[in-house]
């Protein structure tokens, strides 16, 4: 029985993987992921210029302002992570609005003013940013100040009185309140990483199985299985098959992933570029500066855990409706349950950090199905502890547990049923039969 | 040899099946037959092990049938009952594994069957790309690629055309003469009447007439005359015992109550000089399976 257990799992799992469907669907994510991954390197080799890179033509009218305006500029830019860039420029106005033609790049024309002691003028095509403004601005007041401290021969002792910025430090009360950085690494860390791939997983899982078992049912091929194999071998080579399959998929997801980071790694010759804004980047920056690498090392592991039981009590819900329908339009109505549940979960875990770790949030996070999904958002954010992880599993043992029991007397008089009247009746009448 | 002893069951207050008592034998062809939701699908399902939740016995030679024994038995259902985005060698592959072959022995008997139904080419073409006599064949193969001791066909030549039909009843033929043990159903009394020695109509799950086939023909009190040449149709249809009178282009067909009533029409009709044929043939099984269905369906 066991080989033929075997067998029927591997022709379950050959049916959804030696398809041209698979390898497509394979294709379109390792491309997608290896592409997001690389994307500011794809757009260099492209000729594009992924961090924007905007260059400001200098024309000093001055002849004396420019190398101090330089300095000063660079400064603040570099503080801010502006990606401009300044290029003294030695041509006409006329000139340089050529040069500028069908670019982002700016001009910026410093004068001599008798009241002012500078005046400037900025040109762009369509848009000047305001940081950009205003970092100009705070560099000609600087250079002004130099102008001013000259003319009038300050002493070093006034001119560093002047120049000292009052201290302004900032207090906040209320501890708890780092909704937007949780929520950062929510988005940044948890849901490419955790979130999303389980959700896609899960929904993977479920269309498997109902796929599988309607097909069969639909084509009677149901009958001669089942006069072959006990329905409860069937039941568990479609789990098997079912949880091999998204176990598999998910083995391939971690896979481009690391050829993603590998080919980033070539291509820019260091995993993480400093100078970039890509959301690789902002992913390691935000697990570098909130110290959340220390939390993902038990977090993964705790996360890997429930997913994979929560696997098994999906593929069992999905195999015991798929078992009661007669047809795979019939199994899309059915499934709307577990499809809603997932949602619910799935954004309830994106939007963690609103709950401020309140009992209503911690309540759900117990809720076997749900709780795969929130419990990352929740131990990251710190508003769950070990104690209700242990808990979470423990009810979805005890779910699985009760799914089994009940769950193949239903299997079992639902796969040779080939009519959807009194479903739910059957169900129940199937559940109390010894 | 199958037992079916006592078998009832029920699904819910209605009763699908109600007291079922057959035997079949070595070597014999066995015919269930019934109209739609008679009890047949029911009892084959019951034979299969499929439902186990009735009473009575069904045995093969004198065991129960469990998961033990499914490997000794071949099911051709009336529905095609294949996987459509398969290729044959899968298809077949596939039945034959869950019949306990190896996949060596499975490839060699499956060329057998292919060359024999003159079908080798479709070897690696999918189930789906093939008309629907194709698929009836493979499903045919599907059922007795194993050797079966116990083989059940339901409507096996549906979807043929009579060359194949041939084909079909020559390989049916043959696991007769080899000791197969064959239940056929069908809703075609002409096939039935070809093949099967011993029989037994459902009506509503009851057993209305069973036994030798030969015996029920006897038994039946409705003879046809078969009389060609010039008659007075509307004279004989007058006649005591004459129930009715057809004629196609040669001859006409003259349905009689009981056969008592021969020697009057016989008397009828021999004043006619044309006279080329009379002769006395027993009911068809058609005749028969209509008559009695229709009585118990009135009762």
């Known amino acids: ?434 | 040899m199958l037992k079916v002893k006592n078998v009832t069951k029920y699904y819910g207050d209605l009763c699908a099946v109600n007291d079922l008592n057959f035997e079949v034998k070595e070597g014999e062809i066995f015919g269930l037959l019934g109209l739609n939701g008679a009890g047949k699908t029911t009892t084959f399902r019951m034979i299969m092990g499929l439902l186990d939740d009735y009473t009575g016995e069904i045995t093969l030679n004198g065991k129960k049938i469990d998961y033990t024994m499914t490997d000794k038995i071949g099911f051709l259902t009336e529905e095609r009952s294949l996987i459509l985005k398969l290729t044959v060698k899968d298809q077949i592959e596939y039945y034959g594994v869950l019949k306990g072959m190896d996949e060596l022995t499975i490839e060699k008997k499956l060329d057998y069957w292919l060359k024999r139904f003159d079908i080798e080419e479709y070897k690696s073409k999918k189930i789906k790309e093939l008309s629907k006599g194709n698929q009836q064949k493979i499903q045919f193969i599907s059922s007795i690629i194993h050797e079966p001791k116990l083989l059940i066909l339901d409507e096996p030549f549906s979807g043929l055309d009579p060359v194949n039909v041939e084909l079909f009843k020559e390989v049916i033929l043959e696991l007769k003469e080899k000791g197969t043990i064959i239940i056929f159903s069908s809703h075609r009394m002409e096939h039935v009447e070809l093949f099967c020695e011993k029989l037994l109509i459902l009506v509503k799950g009851k057993t209305v007439l069973s036994g030798y086939l030969k015996d029920i023909k006897d038994n039946y009190k409705k003879k046809n005359i078969i009389i060609e040449g010039s008659i007075d149709k509307d004279k004989i249809k007058s006649l005591d015992g004459v129930i009715n009178v057809t004629k196609n282009e040669l001859q006409y067909k003259v349905e009689l109550e009981d056969k008592k009533y021969i020697p009057k029409v016989f008397k009828a009709i021999s004043n006619s000089d044309n006279i080329t044929k009379f002769y006395v043939e027993d009911a068809t099984l058609n005749e028969i399976f209509i008559s009695i269905v229709g009585e118990s369906y009135e009762q």
């Open chain 1, 1 to 434: 029985m066991n080989n033929k257990l075997l067998y029927l799992t591997k022709i379950s799992l050959n049916k959804k993987m030696k398809t041209k469907w698979f390898l497509v669907a394979n294709i379109i994510l390792a491309v997608v992921i290896i592409g997001l991954i690389n994307i500011d390197n794809i757009i260099k080799f492209f000729g594009g210029d992924f961090d924007n890179n905007i260059n400001i033509l200098v024309i000093d009218n001055t002849n004396e302002v420019y190398d101090s305006f330089s300095n000063i500029y660079n400064e603040y830019s570099k503080q801010l992570s502006t990606n401009t860039t300044l290029v003294k420029y030695t041509k006409t106005y006329e000139e340089a609005k050529e040069e500028i033609k069908d670019k982002d790049d700016l001009i910026l024309v410093i004068n001599n003013d008798n009241i002012n002691y500078l005046n400037a003028n900025i040109t762009a095509n369509t848009y000047i940013n305001p940081t950009t403004t205003q970092l100009i601005s705070y560099s000609l007041d600087s250079i002004k100040n130099n102008l001013v401290i000259n003319k009038y021969n300050l002493s070093p002792n006034i001119v560093k009185d002047l120049n000292n910025t009052p201290t302004l430090t900032k207090t906040i009360l209320d501890t708890d309140s780092t909704n937007d950085t949780n929520m950062d690494i929510v988005m940044n860390v948890i849901f490419p990483i955790i979130i999303l791939p389980f959700f896609m997983l899960t929904m993977f899982l479920v269309q498997m199985i109902g796929a599988e078992i309607n097909e069969e049912k639909t084509t009677k091929s149901m009958e001669i299985i089942i006069s072959n194999v006990s329905p409860k071998t069937h039941f568990f080579s479609k789990l098997i098959a079912g949880n091999t399959f998204v176990l598999s998929q998910g083995l391939l997801l971690i896979i481009y992933l690391v050829l993603g980071l590998i080919l980033r790694t070539t291509l820019s010759g260091e995993l993480i570029d400093p100078n970039s804004t890509s959301f690789v980047t902002e992913m390691y920056n935000n697990i570098k500066d909130t110290g959340f690498l220390d939390k993902l090392s038990y977090i993964i592991p705790i996360s890997l855990i429930l997913m994979l039981i929560t696997f098994v009590a999906y593929s069992l819900v999905a195999a015991i409706l798929a078992s009661m329908t007669t047809n795979i339009e019939d199994f899309q109505q059915v499934q709307t349950p577990i499809i809603v549940v997932s949602l619910l979960g799935y954004y309830l875990s994106i939007m963690a950090s609103m709950f401020n770790g309140s009992i209503f949030i911690k309540v759900l996070s117990y809720i076997p199905f749900l709780s795969a999904l929130l419990i990352p958002s929740l131990l990251s954010l710190g508003q769950i502890g070990l104690v209700d992880v242990i808990i979470s599993i423990v009810l979805l043992l005890l779910t699985i547990h009760l799914l089994f029991k009940y769950g193949l007397k239903i299997y079992k008089q639902g796969i040779l049923n080939y009519s959807s009247t009194n479903l739910w009746k059957k169900m129940f009448k199937a559940m109390k039969e010894k």
